[in-house]
Nanobody
Framework: HVQLVESGGGSVQAGGSLRLSCGAS????????MGWFRQTPGKEREGVAE???????NYADSVKGRFTISRDGVKNRVFLQMASLKPEDTAMYYC?????????????????????WGQGTQVTVS
């Protein structure tokens, strides 16, 4: 399994930017696909962005053109650069890893395929 720790959340005005960071540790994580999800109270967790082992990316329609996911294999970190933030982006953001190497190059932004989760970092846009 992979241990994940998010950072970088905070409060920002609409139109602003934030960069979330996720530190990963554990066996094999550099080969896993990684994702970011978000959740607001009373709603289901939704996929935001993911990056496959081969570097291809996938985004939710609501964030395309505004958010960018990337990974630093050397430093074992995954980032979510968020720009042009909107109040509706307010949520708890979670970093996730899919430890199935069979799915390492999938692009399917669904919670049920991700096996390991961080504790989350809050993003508030006003």
């Amino acid at each position: 399994h992979v241990q994940l720790v998010e950072s970088g959340g905070g409060s920002v005005q609409a139109g602003g930017s934030l960069r979330l960071s996720c530190g990963a540790s554990g066996d094999g994580h550099s080969r896993y696909r990684m994702g970011w999800f978000r959740q607001t109270p009373g709603k289901e967790r939704e996929g935001v962005a993911e990056i496959a082992s081969d570097g291809r990316t996938n985004y939710a329609d609501s964030v395309k053109g505004r958010f960018t996911i990337s990974r630093d294999g050397v430093k074992n970190r995954v980032f979510l650069q968020m720009a042009s933030l909107k109040p509706e982006d307010t949520a708890m953001y979670y970093c996730a890893a899919d430890s199935s190497l069979t799915r390492a190059n999938w692009l399917l932004l669904e919670e049920r395929f991700y096996t390991d989760w961080g504790q989350g970092t809050q993003v508030t846009v006003s």
